[in-house]
């Protein structure tokens, strides 16, 4: 069972070009996260996906940015015209299917992160 | 709105000597808490996660203790060792409706372990 495979590990643009971000979460988990964080600080929380629906997008910026967890296939972080500031590491985490148990210890896994470089 | 603050920001300490590092938080409704650690450039490795009803857990030489109470967590590495070297996050999760879970990251410890 291989663990959260993200690629590229890393991938370089030119401002203003798309960055897509793929991120193939463990076997039989249907949840997954995106995190970014920026040199020498901590992960932010971008956006929670399950299959299909968006869970909870109050990390993502506005404009530019988009994500999604299609039925089959990886989730897809997509940066449209992409800027310095952008430059980043990206990870992904992946989850199983959560119980109605609110308290669940339900474990989630990190990816090795893409890192996306502007220049 | 939830938050999860950990203390110290970095932190020094010499090879075989102990260290806590802390986590307060302020996310509710509370489902569980998980210490990750992350070395530098890779993605974060999970370390413990409890529960409402755990007040400890251990991991070989890593020692994680929750009082749900006053919502503090601590991580106490004992006999540390130069690949200890790294950050250490306090991940706490508060469940939503349906079942679904958010998650509220800190900023995480920078240990550095020297000879």
């Known amino acids: 069972n291989a663990g959260v495979m993200q690629n590229p590990r890393h991938l370089v643009r030119r401002r203003g070009q798309e960055a897509r971000l793929r991120c193939s979460p463990m076997?039989?988990?249907?949840?997954v996260y995106w995190y970014r964080q920026l040199p020498e600080e901590g992960l932010k929380f971008m956006v929670y996906?399950?299959?299909?629906?968006?869970?909870?997008e109050s990390g993502m910026p506005k404009e530019r940015f988009s994500a999604e967890f299609p039925k089959e296939g990886p989730s897809i972080l997509r940066i449209q015209q992409v800027v310095r500031g952008d430059s980043a590491a990206y990870f992904c985490?992946?989850?199983?299917?959560?119980?109605?148990?609110?308290?669940?210890?339900?474990?989630?896994?990190f990816g090795q992160g893409t890192r996306l470089t502007v220049v | 709105k939830n938050q999860v603050e950990q203390s110290p920001q970095s932190l020094i300490i010499l090879e075989g000597k102990n260290c806590t590092l802390q986590?307060?938080?302020?996310?509710?409704?509370?489902?569980?808490l998980r210490w990750y650690k992350q070395d530098t450039g890779r993605g974060p490795v999970s370390l413990t996660i409890?529960?409402?009803?755990?007040n400890t857990k251990s991991n070989g030489r890593y020692t994680a203790t929750l009082d749900a109470d006053t919502k503090q967590s601590s991580l106490h590495i004992t006999a540390s060792q130069l690949s200890d070297s790294a950050s250490y996050i306090c991940?706490?999760?508060?469940?939503?409706?349906?079942?679904?879970?958010?998650?509220?990251f800190g900023t995480g410890t920078k240990l550095q372990v020297i000879p």
């Open positions: 996906l399950q299959k299909e629906n968006i869970i909870d």
């Open positions: 986590c307060n938080y302020t996310v509710s409704p509370f489902s569980n």
């Open positions: 409890m529960t409402f009803s755990e």
């Open positions: 076997k039989g988990h249907s949840h």
């Open positions: 985490a992946s989850s199983p299917p959560i119980g109605q148990e609110k308290t669940t210890n339900t474990e989630a896994f």
């Open positions: 991940v706490v999760s508060a469940g939503l409706s349906g079942g679904y879970q958010k998650v509220t």
